[in-house]
C-alpha cells in the first residue's frame, strides 16, 4: 500500500460546528503533516508529527487542533472555524522524521467549506 | 519563502519535451532540488529529487547545473495528463518543504 488516503473529500460546516479530518498511511512513515492550500496559492505546512508527537505548528490557532493517535492516523480537529478557513486540507506522510532527505507522499485533501 | 524562481505558466504541445526550468541562485551546499506537481484539486505529486547529479527515473529527468544555481525538469514526451502545477522545493536537511507559487504547465492537443 502506497498511498495516503484522506476522509471526507469533502466537507461542509458551520461556523458553529466541530467536526474532524482523518488521514490514514500503511507505508510504515514515521512523520506526518498537515498543509492548508487555499485556492490558486501553494500548500502551507501546519503541523508536523514525528514518531507520533508534534514537532512542528506552524502558529497556527487554536481552533485546529491535530491529534496523532498511532503511526498511521492523523487527525485534523476543528472547532469554531471562520469562513476564510475554507481550503483544501491536505495530509502527507514521509519515512523518516523531518530530519532526513526523504520526499514526502500527500494524499488527496479533504475540501473544507466553512459557511 | 521560497527559494526557488520560476516561470508562472509554460505551455507544450502534447508529444513533444515539457522543459520547466528553476532559478535557486542562493542554494547551498547540502540542499537538496526537488521536483513535484498537482494535478488540479489532487495532492502533490512526487516527480524527482537530486543533489548535483543529473538523475532520470520513470517519470521525468531532473537537469542540474554545475554551479548548481537552476535545474531544469524534462518530462520527455509530454501528454494532457501532464497538465499541471510544477514545484521546485529547495531543501536541506532537517528543513520542512516550502511550496512556491510554482510553474503551470497547460499541455496543448
Known amino acids: 500500500d502506497t498511498e495516503v488516503t484522506q476522509t471526507p473529500k469533502h466537507l461542509v460546516m458551520g461556523m458553529t460546528n466541530k467536526k474532524s479530518l482523518k488521514c490514514e498511511q500503511h507505508?510504515?512513515?514515521?512523520?506526518m503533516y498537515w498543509y492548508k492550500q487555499k485556492a490558486k496559492k501553494p500548500p502551507e505546512l501546519m503541523f508536523v508529527?514525528?514518531?507520533?508527537?508534534?514537532?512542528i505548528n506552524e502558529s497556527v490557532p487554536s481552533r485546529f487542533s491535530p491529534e496523532c493517535p498511532n503511526s498511521s492516523l492523523l487527525n485534523l480537529h476543528l472547532h469554531a472555524l471562520q469562513p476564510e478557513d475554507s481550503a483544501l486540507y491536505l495530509c502527507?506522510?514521509?519515512?523518516?522524521?523531518?530530519?532526513?532527505?526523504?520526499?514526502?507522499?500527500f494524499g488527496p485533501g479533504t475540501r473544507l467549506t466553512v459557511l | 519563502d521560497a527559494k526557488t524562481t520560476q516561470p508562472p505558466s509554460m505551455d507544450c504541445a502534447e508529444g513533444r519535451a515539457a522543459n520547466l526550468p528553476c532559478n535557486h541562485s542562493?542554494?547551498?551546499?547540502?540542499?537538496?532540488v526537488y521536483w513535484y506537481r498537482q494535478i488540479h484539486s489532487q495532492g502533490p505529486q512526487y516527480i524527482i529529487h537530486?543533489?548535483?547529479n543529473n538523475e532520470t527515473n520513470e517519470m521525468a529527468s531532473l537537469i542540474i547545473t554545475e554551479d548548481r544555481k537552476s535545474s531544469t525538469l524534462i518530462l520527455p514526451h509530454a501528454t494532457l495528463r501532464d497538465t499541471a502545477v510544477y514545484y521546485c522545493?529547495?531543501?536541506?536537511?532537517?528543513?520542512?518543504?516550502?511550496f512556491g507559487p510554482g510553474t503551470r504547465l497547460s499541455v496543448l492537443p
Open positions: 502527507a506522510s514521509s519515512q523518516q522524521g523531518g530530519l532526513t532527505y526523504n520526499e514526502q507522499f
Open positions: 507505508m510504515g512513515h514515521r512523520a
Open positions: 508529527y514525528s514518531y507520533e508527537k508534534l514537532s
Open positions: 542562493t542554494i547551498s551546499g547540502n540542499e537538496y
Open positions: 537530486g543533489l548535483k
Open positions: 522545493i529547495v531543501r536541506s536537511f532537517g528543513q520542512n518543504f516550502v
